[in-house]
């Protein structure tokens, strides 16, 4: 069977032609054309973010049921992964408040919402939206259908993992009391791999709403949205370099005995394979090749940390959520409180466990960090729209970070080298050079 031409051609360059039709159409295209395609674009969103919530719910559930942890091996995972996203947000946020980059953007964001009939000069959220107590309130639903109905993402994921912490006990319960689970198994997988079928079918269509969005940007507020979100552009990249390329390799240099040259020189293919895919789940066989046979990690280390693990190592999606949601705040010239900073942090972490390593994951779960902030649908999905003609860059970068936090995990739940006797044996027999 031949191969239709769309599907050789990688989905960044779709996306990049997206963009680039768009912002032409946006200059000479019709106003009620450029209009249109927006709505059709945002029907996209809707559609991803529809499909977001229990996506994320049936990747956990599948997670707890074919993953079986000893209560050190997953406390280690945790420590590890909490610290990294902790190193993660101090960065992203630091730079966020130092430089403010939605400062720059907010006349080009405020023409958006006025075309949108969002008023621009009201705050659109409220004081007291994000305080910690009304947070803790609405994690804790009225009834199990409410979270999906309003697509709330941290009362989902907390449920998730409830559910999912049961079924796995009820799975290693004693043969003699033991309750059989494998019809539900079945279930829980079937309903995940029909989910993520369908979400690749939708995101096949991101090209074509990247263009009716960026049409109807462009056609609001001109050429000059590209500059607006360079500042944006800039900073994200910033806090995910200075993640990736400082703050890992020092970690593997003082927790795994890898220097920095050592770890981002053999993890180069899996990095690559990361930023080429734009899917830290499809490089999991470079990386594990990568950790065992180049960087002497034990094989238990390695498919802990990039096969489970993968759920939790997702530092460049909640890096992303975080510093996006903060830049939207500030476009829209609201000051969050650190508690509210917090707020959205939370959501971000919570958005980014188990989410499929799927290209385009962190534009799939952005409208619902903005929804847990407290923004009108409206706002968030003209706010999707503002960012996504730089969105193809990130996601790019985002998946890079996720392949190097992959490898950071296995390296530290190994320890350094010399005390691990079990790598080095494991990486001398596979003929690793060292």
Known sequence: MTTPARSRIPLFAQVLAGVFVGALLGVFGPTALNATL??????????????????????ILDAFLKTRLSARSGFKLLAICAVNVTVAFSIGLTLMNWLRPGDASRGAFR????????????????????????????YVPESLVTPFLQNSIIPVVLLALLVGAALRQLKDAPKETRIELGAIESFVHGILQVLVLVLSWVVKA??????????????????????????????????MGLHAFGYY???????GGRSPREFLGKGADALLTGLSTNSSLATVPVTL???????????????????????????GITLYEAMAAL???????????LAQQGG?????VMAGIGIAGIPEAGLVTLPLVLSAMGLPPVTVALAVAFVVPVDWILARARSGVNVL??????????????????????????????
């Open 38 to 59: 927006g709505e059709l674009g945002m029907l996209v969103i809707r559609l991803l973010k529809a499909l977001a919530v229990p996506l994320v719910l049936f990747a």
């Open 111 to 138: 023409k958006l919402l006025a075309a949108g009939n969002v008023p621009a000069q009201v705050p659109v959220l409220s004081a007291d939206s994000l305080s910690p107590i009304a947070a803790i309130k609405s």
């Open 206 to 239: 991101v090209p074509l709403a990247v263009l009716g969005l960026v049409a109807q940007v462009v056609g609001h507020a001109g050429l000059g949205v590209f500059t607006a979100l360079a500042p944006f552009l800039s900073v994200v990249l910033l806090g």
């Open 249 to 255: 390799p020092l970690a593997a240099w003082l927790g």
């Open 289 to 315: 090749k990568c950790l065992t046979e180049k960087l002497g990690v034990s094989h238990e280390s390695a498919r802990l940390a990039a096969c489970v693990g993968t759920n939790l190592n997702n530092d």
């Open 327 to 337: 830049f939207v705040a500030q476009a829209l010239g609201l000051d969050l409180t």
């Open 344 to 348: 959205v942090v939370l959501a971000s």
């Open 405 to 434: 936090s992959d490898m950071l995990v296995a390296i530290l739940l190994d320890g350094p080298r010399v005390l691990n006797p079990e790598a080095t044996a494991s990486a001398q027999a596979s003929g690793a050079p060292r």
